[in-house]
């Protein structure tokens, strides 16, 4: 009666026993169908796996075919999207086509079998898909997400999005940072202002955290120093390449800071692993895309926001003058970008010392001038992809500073609280995951970015 | 003009160099001061540090005291919850208190420097809170949680509830699965039902997640194997110790699976790595929260529903029959694991084969006895705290389930196309994040287990 079975790591059903695998080796690998294509001879059999493809050549002589009741078939029965176990011989090759992954070998196929097929003969295929142009293409490919994940460009994409996000928790966790878990539903919003979506919870309106500001700063008073990967929401009524309403925040906190120096160096180096995580984990995929990964260089350079304007008008490397702006220009975050490589050989600047009233309350003011902040944006390849910098940390020092910005501190009764209580100096900063990514792969549209995107025309898939 | 700055992982400020120090070696340590306690040779400090407290003395003859602007003040003038800075001689010690981490040595103080204070005189002080019952004790630590985290048995849950996070996705990293994220927002609900938050997101109704169900099998015709740790939403009314409406969700999802049994082998070898996981890296929070961690041998037992009736009420271990009924009974799930643990040493039970009417609509049925399913249920300690099985794979399947359960599948569009585009045989489950941290630690109420739980009367702090 008793159906007992043993744990072992060996028991863990394998797909896929490529690893290693030599010339004259038979193995057996699972995975979908690709693509067929059928010759005189036989033909090939193009098989997906989780990294990519993998070239199986068929003879006819010598392949044999069975569906899922185990009766034999013919070749040019099988289908795209078909998901079977091939058994076949290791062989040599080289092959050119970016998307497989196996480029040095190929598989010459013993057995086919048929674990199951799709339903409809006309299996979405994205290598055929041409459009006339990216709008239409793109708007295919969300309508269609749960198939068109399937193609090869987007599963790299996503690889890089998993990876940047692995880099960026293993790092922390090396460096004493510890992983929270913060609440998505919230009584208060971080923010604040109109881009807050509401809900009925029970009876009483709540809202989808912005951020997990509050609660990360709560988390340094607990932990010193914590992350966190998770949801983040936006209501913004626009509808750009640049925005999505959901997305994953990378959040760190940083507590015992001598200023925000601390945070950004913090922030360099983090941005230095993930870098050389994704060009030693991504190598496939990073060729497949064509992309070149930002060059973090040891020396960053940091420039506060009136020196941009500064150098960007002396050099001449704008058009207009923005000395005296509150804010960095479109054109600026360009030029600026420019300058810090072609000058410091770094894709990577540091823009420091916002003006106070452009940032959140939350922002710590220049003790030497507090119309600024300590506070600051990186800036990579012409685009912001982090906002960071010193919090206060005094709870007199937060409630008038609500007070001047005619917020009322009654509605942050917790948050102040946990100052009230004592809190060290800190400091931190987010990256939207989706944002970072796009960034590093050269990809203009942050959606593409995304498994599921959501924007203001777009909840499903 | 330019501010240039180094990178390099030595920058990254450390608030902590104990790590290794010996007796005789003068270190600097930063924390909050979670004790002070003065004699009439000066006394005691206790450091909070993120990993726990570290006992330090003050020598009234020996030891200096400076405030935040670099003034010297008395050992009197420090209170709790003060970030300071303390400059002293490691000595050997010999400490009892299991909060405190540091327990072999101790530090002599030389020198102390206040960061920062809070600014009331009543710090919430976790240690001498004494109510005279239990709900009434969590109803204050819910209340306060900005600053009741602080408290070292607070800290040494959610510590664990990390680690159990980070064994999770190691462990499915090195075997195979991609990590992916999925959208919280969504059109349409995995489980259905009246458990659902709606919200409106610009003028069109949508729903949170009640779990990534969807979007995980999608995932598996995309990387065969995913896996997803993200905030799961119920709008259950009930309020009881073991729900929350907000909790994080460990998702795994495994294709190209020959039974259900993949599925269970792969749950139980990853609830070893995460058990050995947490006993090596969380021995001091075991000890301090006086947990013991489950035994999982290398046979877990696996019984059918109706295995597990015959066996209790032949062993005459229920007070009731429960034969012949569709589900376990609370009492059959302590007796289930009381019996496991006597008979096979496990604190772990799979049950399978639920009637499928109980179960979604996903789930499998045994081809064997079609109104059974191929799914599972892992108890432990007499607890449920995972579901699982095998799920369908075909789209016909799903419709003509779909039909006889009266869903109608136009609502289920892009989900269905994933199978009609075909998809591999598939299965999954899911584990409670601050369930199975609850019961790892044999804590009652899982609202422990959560930084900031939510339920129907709380959505703050």
């Known amino acids: 009666m008793v159906n007992e079975f043993m744990i072992s790591l060996h028991d863990i059903n394998t797909t896929d026993n490529l690893a290693g695998a030599r010339a004259g080796e038979v193995v057996t690998v699972s995975g979908m169908i690709h693509n067929v294509r059928v010759t005189k001879w036989g033909g090939f059999i193009i098989l997906r796996k989780a990294c990519g493809l993998l070239q199986t050549v068929v003879d006819n002589s010598e392949s044999k075919f069975f569906d899922e009741q185990g009766n034999q078939i013919a070749m040019a029965d099988l289908c795209r999207e078909m998901a079977i176990t091939i058994t076949g011989k290791v062989g040599d090759a080289k092959i050119k086509d970016p998307a497989v992954y196996y480029n040095t070998i190929e598989l010459a196929v013993q057995e086919v079998r048929v674990l199951s097929r799709p339903t409809t003969a006309e299996v979405v295929d994205m290598n055929a898909l041409k459009f006339g142009d990216e709008e239409t293409l793109l708007r295919y490919k969300f309508d269609n997400r749960q198939v068109t994940l399937r193609n090869p460009r987007d599963m790299g994409i996503l690889k890089v999005q998993s990876t940047i996000a692995k880099a960026f928790a293993d790092f922390l966790s090396e460096n004493g940072f510890t992983q929270i878990y913060t609440p998505k539903i919230v009584s208060e919003g971080a923010e604040g202002g109109a881009n807050v979506f509401k809900m009925d919870y029970f009876g009483k309106q709540v809202y989808l955290a912005q951020s997990p500001q509050f609660y990360k700063q709560i988390g340094v008073g607990v932990y010193e120093r914590v992350f966190e990967i998770a949801p983040a929401y936006r209501a913004e009524k626009h509808n750009t390449s640049r925005h999505l309403n959901e997305y994953i925040s990378l959040d760190v906190e940083m507590g015992f800071i001598k200023g925000q120096e601390d945070v950004m160096q913090l922030e360099a180096r983090l941005l230095?692993?993930?870098?050389?995580?994704?060009?030693?984990?991504?190598?496939?995929?990073?060729?497949?895309?064509?992309?070149?990964?930002?060059?973090?260089?040891?020396?960053?350079?940091?420039?506060?926001?009136?020196?941009?304007?500064?150098?960007?008008?002396?050099?001449?490397?704008?058009?207009?003058?923005?000395?005296?702006?509150?804010?960095?220009?479109?054109?600026?975050?360009?030029?600026?970008c420019k300058y810090a490589l072609d000058t410091y050989g770094s894709d990577f600047v540091f823009v420091t010392h916002f003006p106070s009233e452009h940032r959140a309350f939350y922002a710590m003011d220049d003790p030497e001038d507090p119309t600024l902040t300590l506070s600051f944006d990186l800036l990579m390849r012409g685009l912001e992809i982090t906002s960071g910098g010193q919090r206060i940390h005094k709870e007199q020092d937060y409630r008038d500073k609500m007070i001047k910005r005619g917020?009322?501190?009654?509605?942050?009764?917790?948050?102040?609280?946990?100052?009230?209580?004592?809190?060290?100096?800190?400091?931190?900063?987010?990256?939207?995951?989706?944002?970072?990514?796009?960034?590093?792969l050269g990809i203009n549209n942050v959606k593409e970015c995304s498994m599921f995107p959501r924007d203001i025309n777009r909840v499903a898939p």
């Open 407 to 440: 917020m009322n501190p009654d509605n942050f009764r917790f948050y102040l609280d946990t100052f009230k209580n004592g809190m060290p100096p800190h400091g931190g900063f987010a990256i939207g995951l989706e944002r970072i990514t796009a960034c590093f």
């Open 272 to 336: 230095q692993h993930i870098i050389k995580t994704v060009s030693e984990k991504c190598a496939h995929e990073l060729n497949l895309l064509g992309a070149t990964l930002p060059v973090l260089p040891h020396e960053v350079p940091a420039w506060k926001l009136s020196e941009v304007h500064e150098i960007l008008w002396e050099n001449k490397l704008c058009e207009a003058d923005h000395r005296g702006e509150d804010d960095l220009a479109p054109e600026e975050e360009r030029a600026i």
